[in-house]
């Protein structure tokens, strides 16, 4: 917490009781190149796409029943805390004028989910 109030951070949120930042030093245009990957919050999309205006999502997502399950299945959370965050996906839409990318991970194997995001990676890259 002291590195956020000291303004660390050029990106800072909280999501599921923890707090999560990116140093300014990490993000563009400190960085030689212009990509960076942030696994963050889709509560926080838009305060990231205001300071951040020209940044690609993917977004990365799956049907009720397979978050559900994988949530569950982590054994982490509650029931009650598991269909929380199912409800906070189903009501989720990109920000309008955010350049997006979405990739649905149902019933895949961890390998083809991988090369999924890697293809479209290289596609933000391109764009």
């Known amino acids: 917490m002291h590195l956020r109030r000291a303004g660390a951070f050029g990106l800072d949120w909280e999501a599921n009781g923890l707090c999560y930042g990116v140093r300014h030093a990490e993000l563009p245009p400190q960085r030689d190149s212009e990509v960076v990957i942030v696994n963050g919050s889709r509560a926080y999309l838009p305060e990231a796409a205001r300071r951040y205006p020209d940044m690609t999502v993917v977004h990365v997502t799956a049907s009720v029943q397979t978050l559900r399950q994988r949530l569950m299945a982590r054994g982490r ?14 009501d989720f839409r990109i920000p309008a004028g955010v350049a997006a990318i979405e990739i649905h991970n149902d019933q895949q194997t961890l390998a083809e989910a991988g090369a999924r995001l890697a293809d479209a990676l290289q596609l933000a890259t391109i764009a």
């Open 77 to 90: 959370e509650s029931v009650e805390m598991v269909e929380a965050r199912v409800q906070r996906a189903l």
